[in-house]
């Protein structure tokens, strides 16, 4: 926990920039109002963030709001103390990362041509030369934004390079992407590359069983677990694949995601990965549903015409038990949810999964009690490996149950040589 009060929400979201220095130079563009929750946003994930505001940024967002937002002092011009060389020059404290958000056509063009002429720019320009990665996000009138030489001056950061986030073009303006994607790109460029080299296969959501045409029988999984998961590994460097079913939660950018509605289509989807790929670790995260209706009707059922009826069902395959069968090197990662049941009791259904499929690790949780798990923001969980050790995941957003499970993997599942 921080001693600074200012800084209490570091790490609250996850714990991926924990220990991690960012430097945010903010430049003289409208979209500086989105500054202050850029920096919170870094800080929930863990990071210290250092405001550098150009003299514009100033005139448009106090720097008083960006030393409340980040704790700590907004450098709104250089002094005697070489801030330029604080936050990026070549000595162990300086940062990780510098993010320009927003940065004008002005300070593009400047940092294009070497020209060093603000505050912000010789950060930029310390950045370039010692190695720091720079992170800049455009933002101006798309009248602006489409002269060839801001275009040109972009492509020439690119060519330094420097990540340019493309921005999203509405209202006629090349608008600052969404907080949520520049926090993306930043907790890409930074995190630990430990997956390099391994595939990920996760799967996530609910599936749909048809009754008739339009009315299914599906379960309240939001998708978020394996979602977070999924971007966990791709941003730790896993090749990731995503099989989602029809989730509330957005499909991630950047993850090759293959979309399905029903169990047997998860089931295809998944014999058709493991049988095309070798993938290091299979993650069954999807809330597949248990059973489906035998036969379906072929056209919608009308309550005039049937005011009662039975619909039968049946189990459907369990997805897990197919994955050692077809891919026996592939690290099984089972998900077990389960409702009114002590820790004990789900503890050893658990441990009858690792024995029925093979599973290398079961991640088991209680539903539907307490607010965590199905359609929660929340999850708490138990990890139950073949050697019977069992790993309490306290309460926590699922981004950071992922974090931890992700852990789990690296340091146990030996995913790497022999
Ligand atoms: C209200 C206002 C909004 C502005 N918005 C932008 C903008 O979105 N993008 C841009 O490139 N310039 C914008 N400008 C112009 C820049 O502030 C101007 O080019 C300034 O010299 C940029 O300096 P800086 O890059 O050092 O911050 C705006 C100016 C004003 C007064």
């Known amino acids: 926990m921080s001693q600074n009060p200012l800084k209490d929400i570091m790490g609250s979201l996850g714990r991926e ?132 030489v801001v275009l040109e001056n972009i492509s020439k950061l690119r060519s330094l390079g420097i990540e340019v986030l493309d921005p999203q073009i509405v209202e006629g303006k090349a608008k600052v992407i969404q907080t949520s994607e520049i926090v993306e790109a930043v907790m890409k460029k930074l995190q630990r590359k430990d997956l390099e080299g391994t595939s990920f296969l996760v799967t996530a959501g609910p599936t749909l069983e048809y009754i008739d045409p339009v009315r299914v029988i599906t379960n309240r999984s939001s998708g978020r677990m394996g979602v977070a998961i999924a971007r966990e590994a791709a941003r730790r460097g896993a090749e990731t694949t995503l099989i989602l079913g029809p989730a509330e939660a957005e499909p991630p950018t950047g993850i090759r995601t293959i979309r399905i509605e029903t169990s047997e289509q998860m089931l295809e989807a998944v014999r058709r990965e493991l049988e095309g790929e070798r993938y290091d670790v299979f993650v069954a995260c999807a809330a597949v549903a248990d059973y489906r209706p035998t036969s379906p009707y072929k056209t919608k059922i009308r309550t005039v015409e049937a005011p009662v009826i039975e619909i039968k069902l049946q189990a459907t395959p369990k997805i897990i038990d197919l994955v050692k069968k077809i891919s026996p090197e592939t690290r099984l990662v089972a998900f077990k949810a389960d409702y009114g049941l002590s820790n004990e009791e789900l503890i050893q259904r658990s441990r009858q999964i690792l024995d029925s499929s093979g599973a290398d690790l079961v991640v088991a949780n209680h539903v539907g009690v307490g607010g965590v798990g199905f359609g929660s923001e929340e999850n708490e969980v138990f990890l139950i490996d073949r050697r019977g050790s069992v790993t309490h995941i306290e309460r926590a957003r699922k981004e950071a149950v992922a974090g931890h499970l992700v852990d789990y993997i690296v340091d146990h599942l030996r995913l790497k040589g022999p």
């Open 17 to 148: 920039l924990t220990g991690r220095k960012i430097t945010l130079c903010i430049t003289g563009s409208v979209a500086a109002v989105q500054a202050p929750e850029i920096a919170r946003e870094l800080m929930r994930r863990g990071a210290d963030v250092y405001p550098v505001l150009s003299k514009s940024a100033s005139e448009l967002v106090s720097p008083k709001l960006m030393e409340w937002a980040t704790g700590n002092r907004a450098v709104v011009e250089l002094t005697g103390q070489a801030e330029h060389i604080q936050l990026a020059g070549e000595w162990p404290e300086r940062s990780d990362l510098v993010l320009i958000a927003p940065a004008t056509a002005n300070t593009i063009g400047k940092i294009a041509s070497g020209i060093d002429d603000t505050n912000v720019t010789t950060v930029a320009t310390t950045a370039l030369g010692t190695g720091v990665p720079i992170i800049v996000a455009p933002a101006m009138h798309y009248s602006m934004y489409r002269h060839p």
